[in-house]
Each structure stands twice: as C-alpha cells, then as structure tokens.
C-alpha cells in the first residue's frame, strides 16, 4: 500500500530556512485527484496550526458534506481519501509505512525511481512532498529514504508540488515507468 503526506512543516523558504508553509485549496483539490487516479487510498495533510487544518476541513466538508458533493460526485470521491495530521507522527502511527521523502535536490544516499517502484511492491510506503521550497533537509535524518530528484532537460528544476507528485506518482506506480 502507498499513502502520500504532503508536509507544510518543517520545510524551507528560498533561503533554505526552516518555515511553516500554509494550505492551499488547488494543492487539496490537485492532489486528491492524483492520488485517487494511482490507487493512493490515503492523502495526509499535514499542518501543525489547527486553524490551518480548520480550514482544510471547511473546504473538504464542502465536497464531502454540502453541495460540492451533490454538484461533482468525482471530487467529492477524491476528497475521501483526505485525512489531515497534525504532524509526521501522527502519519507514521497511522501507516505504520516506511517513509520515503522527495527532494529537488541530490540527497547523500537517495535511491533511484527503479529502487523506489521495487520498494512499493515489498511494503507499505508513505511518499512525503514539501510545500514551498521543499521538505527541511534536517528531516531526511528522521526519513527511512529520499528519492533521487525528478530531473528534466536542463539546470531548472523547482516544480510546483502538485506536478512533483504527478510525476513521481506515474513514475512509481504508472503503467509505462
């Protein structure tokens, strides 16, 4: 079973600082999606403010409760897999999963996209993405793994996080990896 957890803490601004990033209603809507298309039965939101996570719970009541719902039944069955954390303990206590992060950036020791597909057929895994510049790199000593960077043709390589688990997604679990 593969879960994703998309941190907003602790993770890091242009400077490379350790920042508090905010939820955004796209970044819901975007990867609830995804992650349903590839069979991800659980999207952990992950946000240590709890008016933060109001709001995340005021958007995913629209769909799941109020008209959004009756209005895309689609979305609302995306929004089902939504669960919200306060942090990466409360996700590793729910998957029990081997954590595997991502990163725009070399890693010491990252594996490749070949190990992580072989890693998803063995066990459970949950793949964390960071909001912002990225996940913190004091948190990759706390991760089980980190996955090589989505690389494209040139130097330029900050995608937005909802393009970064799209394509690590169908890198991962896609039919044609």
């Known amino acids: 079973m593969v879960s994703v957890g ?3 803490w602790p993770c890091q601004d242009k400077n490379g600082q350790e ?4 939820i955004t209603n796209l970044d819901l809507h975007d990867l ?3 992650c349903l298309t590839y069979g991800i039965d659980t999207l ?3 946000h240590p403010y709890q008016r933060q996570l109001e709001f995340a719970r005021r958007i995913m009541d629209h769909w799941l409760d109020g008209f959004g719902g009756e209005y895309n039944p689609l979305r609302k069955k995306a929004f089902e897999i939504v669960r919200l954390a ?3 303990d409360e996700v590793q206590q729910a998957t029990g999963a081997y954590m595997v992060g991502t990163s725009a950036k070399n890693v010491d020791g990252c594996i490749s996209w070949d190990e992580a597909r072989s890693l998803v057929r063995t066990r459970d895994v949950c793949l964390l993405f960071g909001t912002g510049w990225g996940l913190s790199s004091r948190l990759f000593r706390e991760l089980d793994a980190v996955i090589e960077p989505i690389a494209g043709e040139g130097d330029f ?3 937005s996080v909802r393009s970064a688990v799209s394509i690590a997604l169908d890198r991962i679990l896609g039919r044609n990896p």
Do not use: C, D, G
Not at 19 to 22: E, L, N, V, Y
């Open 6 to 8: 998309l941190m907003h």
């Open 86 to 88: 306060k942090n990466l």
């Open 44 to 46: 952990y939101i992950v």
């Open 157 to 159: 390589n900050h995608l």
């Open 19 to 22: 920042i508090t990033t905010a």
């Open 32 to 34: 609830s999606r995804v």
